[in-house]
């Protein structure tokens, strides 16, 4: 899956975003245009990728774990009182591991 997919699913399934892809722009829920193509890019830009953990963290009253070494990156979730969640990404990046969690989350597995 490229990153294109991942933010498309991200937008969609974690943002409650309507995509249309003929289109290359992303509409919020409302149905107002939110965002033109190029300018949401979570998987790589971890501006984008911070406003999507937040949304999943607030939903679910979670907070994130994230750990770095020189290799990759592991995102988790954990309840307000400490036990873990079975949400969990790892990837070569932190944006990218973010979003794995976040899909995760919602249920959808990459």
Sequence with gaps: ???KEIDRLIAEKVMGWK?????DEVWTEDGSLSLKKGE???STNIQDAWIVLEKVCKKHNWRAVID???VETEVRFKTQMGSC???LGHAENPSL???YACLESVGVEV
Excluded: E
């Design 68 to 70: 770095r070494n020189q």
């Design 40 to 42: 949401w890019k979570p």
């Design 1 to 3: 899956m490229n990153y």
């Design 97 to 99: 591991a973010i979003c």
């Design 19 to 23: 995509y249309f892809s003929p289109l």
């Design 85 to 87: 969640s079975q949400n």
